[in-house]
């Protein structure tokens, strides 16, 4: 099938940076969307950024101006560039995806199992 692994998450001081990946493996004939949500402890998941295959990008308002979605769609591969982290973005980040699998015309929405974001204050 296909699947998304995440990767770059971990600990960092409030007004720290960190870069997260997610790269997508298996039968994949095309990525529509791509990108990132978080759901942080006791909270529903949310929005983070998405961005469609073309390079257009959507971000949820709490993190326009501090962070960048960008994708390498020869290599089935998101990134989120988080800079200023505040203790606010501590969450678990996972990586989604509208996917076309080699051999269907169905895109079917997958979901990485996520890497934890922690900001210190």
């Known amino acids: 099938q296909v699947q998304l692994v995440e990767s770059g998450g971990g600990l960092v001081q409030t007004g720290g940076s960190l870069r997260l990946s997610c790269a997508a493996s298996?039968?994949?004939?095309?990525?529509?969307?791509m990108g990132w949500y978080r759901q942080a402890p006791g909270e529903q998941r949310e929005l983070v950024a998405t961005?469609?295959?073309?390079?257009?990008?959507n971000y949820a308002d709490s993190i326009k101006g501090r962070f960048t979605i960008s994708r390498d769609n020869a290599r089935n591969t998101v990134f989120l560039q988080m800079n200023s982290l505040q203790p606010e973005d501590t969450a678990v980040y996972y990586c989604?995806?509208?996917?076309?699998?080699?051999?269907?015309?169905?895109?079917?929405?997958?979901w990485g199992k996520g890497t934890l974001v922690t900001v210190s204050s």
């Open positions: 298996g039968i994949i004939y095309r990525i529509n969307d």
């Open positions: 961005m469609s295959s073309g390079g257009s990008a």
């Open positions: 989604n995806a509208d996917v076309r699998r080699i051999g269907s015309s169905a895109i079917v929405n997958y």
